[in-house]
């Protein structure tokens, strides 16, 4: 089957009273029929539901869509996207290992790199997303893998998930992707070599800004490693929200067709808008990692990022003029939202700190939502 039927297909066994749309399995253990069965269960010699700190239908039947979509083995779900990245890290990491990244992961993974992991003696460094020699040569004997983000948040740089992966192979270490931006509609980065995808679900899979979720999918090793740590640490994705975000993939094929629509017609006018400096989106001809873009995505997905002219003042004056746009910490939602990173998460930062990361004063993040297009540009331009 392909995505479109797979996410409104793909369901748990329906139970006796023959419902159409699965219902909430709201329970936190299950009963065995007898004492062998309790103890084939515990055994691991037969495959079963014990307590919903390890497994439960609907997460299960969320995890099952990740992985179809992505091509994975298996998966694992956590209760939001830093529980992703977290149960990942402690699942493989020891200390004494180092990993390689950017600085332009999101905010709470840079300070896991930076002020948790180095508690344990886990070490990291940065890299120039495009300096692939800068990869290959920053992976040391002690390095476990490579994790990065593409694309990258909020500068929508493109990493080349293949070439990447080349090196990660060569080198014998992990290659870990944040998919988080592109979905796992359109982009499959485990196609392109890499081992792990990771993803806050809390952004466009649920998509309509309800709950937090996260899942982490790859091969069957991998995520042996994972349940081995996430069973006794207790990230577990609560079955309820599970519910709501298995209900939320029923249309994220066709809400990432419309949400990529949109966003590509917004970056094209933005593009011959004189108030606008430049206008970066993957699938933009003037990106430049267009090609890249093109050969590992489908679509470009909600994302348009900006340079307003007049930098810190334009920004906030921006911000402070649009009217439906929503002005709000999230991405990836219904609702069109309009965010200025220097003057908010990466206020702390002095400007050239801020450049180092790829954020220039005048930088406005748009996530596109699914309003009319006619709408969403006319806020823009009145504030503009
Ligand atoms: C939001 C986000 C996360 C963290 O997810 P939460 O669900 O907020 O915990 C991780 N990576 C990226 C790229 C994100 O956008």
């Known amino acids: 089957m392909r995505d479109e039927t797979l996410a409104i297909r793909l369901q748990t066994e329906r139970s006796q009273y023959k419902e159409h749309s699965v219902p909430l399995y709201m329970t936190s253990s299950y009963a065995f029929d007898d004492a062998e069965e309790m103890r084939a269960l515990f055994a691991d010699e037969k495959e079963g539901n014990i307590y919903s700190r390890y497994s439960n239908p609907n997460v299960q039947e969320f995890i099952d869509k990740i992985c179809a979509f992505e091509k994975a083995e298996a998966g694992w779900a956590t209760a939001s996207g830093m529980a992703a990245v977290f ?14 990244s950017c600085r332009s992961v999101f905010g709470s993974t840079h300070r896991l790199l930076v002020d948790i992991f180095p508690k344990w003696n886990i070490s990291s460094t940065y890299v120039d997303f495009d300096d692939y020699d ?3 040569n920053s992976i040391q004997e002690n390095t476990k893998f490579v994790y990065i983000e593409t694309p990258s948040n909020p500068g929508l740089d493109i990493i080349d998930l293949e070439r990447l992966a080349a090196i990660c192979k060569k080198k ?5 992707v944040d998919n988080c931006f592109a979905t796992p509609i359109l982009q499959q980065p485990l196609t392109f070599g890499a081992d792990v995808s990771i993803h806050s679900a ?28 996430a069973r006794h640490t207790g990230p577990a994705m609560s079955p309820f929200n599970a519910w709501i975000l298995s209900k939320s993939i029923e249309t994220l094929p066709l809400r990432m067709e419309k ?7 917004i970056a094209k006018r933005l593009e011959s808008n004189d108030k606008a400096k430049w ?3 993957p699938l933009l001809e003037s990106h430049p990692q267009f090609e890249i873009a093109k050969k590992q995505m489908k679509l470009g997905g909600g994302i348009v990022s900006f340079e307003i002219k007049g930098g810190l003042e334009a920004g906030r004056n921006f911000l402070d003029k649009l009217k439906l746009f929503s002005l709000t910490a999230n991405l990836g939602d219904t609702r069109s939202i309009a965010t200025h990173p220097a003057s908010t998460t990466h206020s702390k930062l002095t400007p050239e700190q801020r450049l180092d990361v790829g954020i220039s004063d005048g930088l406005i ?7 009319h297009i006619e709408d969403i540009w ?3 331009l009145q504030a503009l």
């Open 87 to 100: 149960t990942l890290f402690g699942s493989l990491l020891s200390a004494g290992d180092h990993i390689v």
């Open 134 to 136: 800068g990869f290959e």
């Open 172 to 176: 014998n270490v992990l290659f870990v």
């Open 202 to 229: 809390t952004k466009y899979i649920d998509g309509q800004g309800r709950t937090l979720g996260g899942v982490i999918v790859g091969s069957n090793e991998i995520i042996k490693q994972v349940e081995a740590f």
């Open 259 to 265: 949400h990529s629509q949109n966003a590509l017609e």
């Open 279 to 281: 206008v970066k989106y």
């Open 365 to 371: 993040r748009l996530s596109i939502g699914l309003e």
């Open 378 to 380: 006319e806020d823009i």
